[in-house]
Each structure stands twice: as C-alpha cells, then as structure tokens.
C-alpha cells in the first residue's frame, strides 16, 4: 500500500502565505519516485493542476499561480513541498498531493493521490 500525507492547510488571511508537506510511503517499496505534483478543486470546479516538479530544474505551474507558488521535494524524505505566497480567496480549494511512483524496477509507473488538505483563503 501507498500512502501520500499531505499537511499544512488551515485558513489563511488575504495576501498571506502557507507551506503545504505531502510525504509519500510504502509498505514495501518504493523504487523511484518520477514526479509529484500538487493539484486543487475548489467547491464546483474541476480538480486542476497547480504545479508538477520532476527536478529542482524541472517544474511547471498554472498560469493562475505562477509567481506566487513554489513547489520543491526532498528526494531523501519522499516529500513535496508547496510554498504559497500572496494567497487569494480565489486559491481557496482542497489541495491534493500526487506521485507518479515505480514500486519496483519491472514495474510500471502509476499515479498515486492524497486524501487532500483545506486550504481557505478569507478575511
């Protein structure tokens, strides 16, 4: 079994900032963690992407949050982080970690999901 934690949201002035942890294990292993990524969907919308890091040189990001967010992992932890700066009630949502994971060198690679994290962005 996989298990991705995520960590972190809460309720958040206009303008403020809030660091998101997601921290992915196993039961077993874990061979290789290709990619993680963060997406968000808020009350009524589709789930979207937010932002996507496969190496510190290799990241993307919504238009809506490019400049404002950061997404970074710790390889050694199995963990992605998500810094956001300059929060709007707009970025309200329920944040969702993702890892694109081989359990072992002959398998597949397959997405695994969080359980998600509120983020609520209001004065």
């Known amino acids: 079994q996989v298990q991705l934690v995520e960590s972190g949201g809460g309720l958040v002035q206009p303008g403020g900032s809030l660091r998101l942890s997601c921290v992915a294990s196993?039961?077993?292993?874990?061979?290789?963690?290709?990619?993680m990524a963060w997406y968000r969907q808020a009350p009524g919308k589709q789930r979207e992407l937010v932002a996507r890091i496969i190496s510190s040189s290799s990241t993307n990001y919504a238009d809506s949050v490019k400049g404002r967010f950061t997404i970074s992992r710790e390889n050694a932890k199995n963990t992605v982080y998500l810094q956001m700066n300059s929060l709007k009630p707009e970025d309200t949502a329920v944040y969702y970690c993702t890892a694109f994971m081989k359990r072992s060198p002959w398998d597949t690679a397959n997405d695994y999901w969080g359980q998600g994290t509120q983020v609520t962005v209001s004065s």
């Open positions: 196993a039961s077993g292993s874990i061979f290789s963690i290709i990619s």
